[in-house]
């Protein structure tokens, strides 16, 4: 394939809530390093940390301007070299943006080839698209719970594309999960996948029903991404020496933390973040892991799409998938995605 010396690209100049902080630029093709591979993209999802990236408020930073987007799929046009890169070469893949530098809302990136995943042909280009961020988060996240000897575990904003995950991972694990949502739509698209048990917490005996169900389950583990009084609320009402994992801060609150609840309840709050975890793994966990997406992609790891703009549109793709969270992910498309 004859590569372009130009490509177009979604460019932020501003960490800012203001739309017109970021914009469609031309940028040029630079020469790869050795470990680099250069992407084709084809298609990039937006998750909540890219709107808290957008904004500034994410904990990653980088140099303006640059591009955002963290994770998407694409073709690996071209290697730097190093058999890793060299081997991607022609392959579908899975990706993620590089720590520093430009990152996946645009129709070529540069990455390191070892934040690639090839996806093989059976596995679509969109489904791809959203293979890295959640899929990895969910699997560390119950495997964090089961080791913690929990029975059962209790998940806030159920129904999110995570939400869901989580749901067919503990299953496959024997592990009950106490799903919490806020809104009835919510607690049908978690039916739809198989969950067993859903309470609204906006109805008015949600922490009693939590409090029951959570200790006839022996739900002992919190995935929580609201944070705020939520987290209060729900870890008051677990059992014993329950712990909240927050990995989410989707209500932008703090959390109130009641002295008494940690020295008599023995209760406990931790964070997760996928980017401090995934160095921390051996080579040997990230090849498991990479086997396990692949071969759970298709049902406990599948996301629902809902959405798919194109390149041009991806301020309005941003909006749309802001306003619309529990329907699906929002894809931004290149010409690669029109089969052009
Ligand atoms: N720590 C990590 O390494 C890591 C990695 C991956 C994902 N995450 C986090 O995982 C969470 C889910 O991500 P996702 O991509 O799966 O999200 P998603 O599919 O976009 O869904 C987000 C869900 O959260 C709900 N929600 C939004 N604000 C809420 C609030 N204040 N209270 C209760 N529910 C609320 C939305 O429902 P409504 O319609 O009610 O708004 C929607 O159902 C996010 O917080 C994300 O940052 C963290």
């Known amino acids: 394939m004859n590569l372009p010396k130009t490509y177009k690209a979604l460019e932020l100049r501003e960490y800012s809530e203001n739309k017109n902080s970021a914009q469609i630029v031309e940028k040029t093709i630079r020469p790869l390093k050795k470990g680099e591979v250069l992407i084709r993209m084809h298609s990039a999802s937006i998750n909540p940390s890219d709107l808290m990236f957008l904004r500034g408020l994410y904990g990653i930073k980088k140099k303006l301007p640059v591009v955002p987007g963290f994770e998407g799929s694409g073709q690996v046009v071209s290697s730097g070299g190093g058999f890793y890169g060299s081997y991607l070469k022609g392959k579908n893949v899975a990706c993620t943006a590089p720590g520093r530098g430009d990152g996946v809302y645009a129709e070529y990136m540069i990455t390191d080839a070892f934040s690639c995943l090839p996806i093989g042909k059976d596995l679509s280009l969109e489904q791809g698209a959203c293979l890295y961020v959640n899929p990895i988060t969910a699997i560390a996240m119950v495997d964090l719970a089961e080791k913690y000897g929990a029975k059962a575990i209790v998940q806030t904003a159920a129904a999110s594309a995570l939400g869901k995950m989580v749901v067919g991972i503990a299953a496959r694990k024997g592990i009950q999960v106490i799903n919490v949502v806020r809104k009835p739509e919510q607690e049908e698209a978690l039916k739809a996948v198989g969950a067993k048990h ?42 014993y020496g329950s712990r909240a994992i927050i990995y989410g801060a989707l209500s932008e609150k703090e959390i109130p933390i009641h002295a008494g609840m940690m020295i008599f309840q023995d209760k406990k709050l931790e964070g997760f973040w996928l980017s401090t975890w995934v160095p921390q793994q051996s080579p040997y966990k990230i090849w498991k892991l990479s086997k396990e997406l692949r071969s759970l992609a298709k049902k406990e790891l599948k996301t629902d799409i809902a959405a798919r703009f194109p390149l041009d549109k ?11 969270m529990t329907k699906g992910k929002v894809l931004i498309q290149t010409s690669f995605a029109e089969g052009k």
């Open 314 to 324: 991806a301020v309005e793709a941003i909006d749309n998938y802001a306003a619309n």
């Open 198 to 239: 859903i309470l609204n917490s906006e109805v008015s005996n949600f922490e009693r029903q939590l409090r029951v169900l959570s200790n006839e389950l022996k739900a002992t583990v919190c995935l929580d991404a609201v944070a705020g009084e939520l987290t209060t609320k729900v870890l008051l009402a677990m059992p």
